[in-house]
């Protein structure tokens, strides 16, 4: 399984990115892919989550603004999207594209040392 992101950069507040994850190996469509992100100094977070086939996308139930965030599969199912609108300060983070073998849940987005698949990670900067 390879995860590849990209997308990200240094953004003004109130603008808004697409984050792509290209991905590729995966076995079935009913597996669970991910984004989290992690800010510096704090813990890696979740975000949200849907299957790979493209099926219900759940996002963690802590997200804040959780308006601003939008997962989903490209139409071919081979890149994974986070869009994030009205970007704020506090989204300046590493964010990272992860897969597992296992069935989606809004749950498990708080396990990421579960998720067996990661990517090297995008960066944004909100300023």
């Known amino acids: 399984v390879q995860l590849v992101e990209s997308g990200g950069g240094s953004v003004q507040a109130g603008g808004s990115l697409r984050l792509s994850c290209a991905h590729s190996?995966?076995?079935?469509?009913?597996?669970?892919m991910g984004w989290f992100r992690q800010a510096p100094g704090r813990e890696r977070a979740g975000i949200a989550d849907?299957?790979?086939?493209?099926?219900?996308?759940?996002?963690h139930d802590d997200l804040r603004d959780r308006d601003r965030f939008t997962i989903f599969q490209g139409e071919d199912k081979s890149t994974l999207y986070l869009e994030i609108s009205s970007l704020k300060s506090e989204d300046t983070a590493t964010y990272y594209c992860?897969?597992?073998?296992?069935?989606?849940?809004?749950?498990?987005?708080?396990?990421?040392?579960?998720?067996?698949?990661w990517g090297q990670g995008t960066q944004v900067t909100v300023s």
């Open positions: 849907m299957y790979v086939g493209g099926s219900r996308p759940m996002y």
């Open positions: 190996g995966y076995p079935t469509s009913r597996h669970c």
């Open positions: 992860a897969a597992v073998e296992e069935s989606c849940y809004s749950w498990y987005l708080d396990r990421s040392s579960e998720w067996k698949y």
